[in-house]
């Protein structure tokens, strides 16, 4: 199922005209924790995570962000879909901005599957979000992705797209991107 993970990707970056160039990476999102990644990687290079935690935890995707923190970046109302790898995944969509979160709990692979195919996918960056490895990919002109590895096991999909950019944080998609996934970081428990 590696090649449903790196569509996800491909989908949002087919939609509209790249932006030249690639992100910087940002690691002023979420808490701060140099021991969640380790410096040894997997046969694809995908790092290790040091200090797991426990994705499946929270069964309902929607669940993943707190009403506080959908209040805070200007979310709307959830939707319950399906991601393209068949889990559950929750959109919240207004005038302003769509925010994406699918969590990949079911392929065993965590991160390993999108460095696996890293190559397919557009404009792809090494990142770090609250200490966890991270991937962005997809960045286009309204939007950016960033892939989460919370385990060796367990990843999770972050997408925004910016429909208005009604508030200034979110002309930096990628960086506002990292900001929601380090808040559905904070909300997961240690994995056991």
Known sequence: MIVPLVAAGLGLAACTSTTPGLASTSTST?????AATSTAATGDGAPKVATPKNLKAIADPCQL????????????????????????????????????????????????????????????????????????????????????????????????TVRRDAKPEYKDRCAFAEKVAGMVLSNLPPAS
């Open 30 to 34: 979420g808490s701060q924790s140099s």
């Open 65 to 160: 962000l707190t009403p506080q923190q959908i209040q805070e970046i200007g979310a709307g109302e959830p939707r319950q879909e399906k991601s393209q790898w068949g889990e559950a995944k929750c959109s919240w969509h207004n005038d302003n901005l769509v925010v994406s979160l699918a969590p990949d709990t079911t392929q065993g692979k965590g991160l390993s599957t999108v460095y696996a195919n890293r190559d397919s996918l557009s404009n792809s960056e090494e990142t770090t979000v609250g200490g966890y490895p991270g991937l962005r990919t997809g960045k286009i002109s309204m939007a950016c992705s960033v892939y989460v590895g919370v385990s060796d096991n367990q990843v999770f999909l972050g997408t925004v």
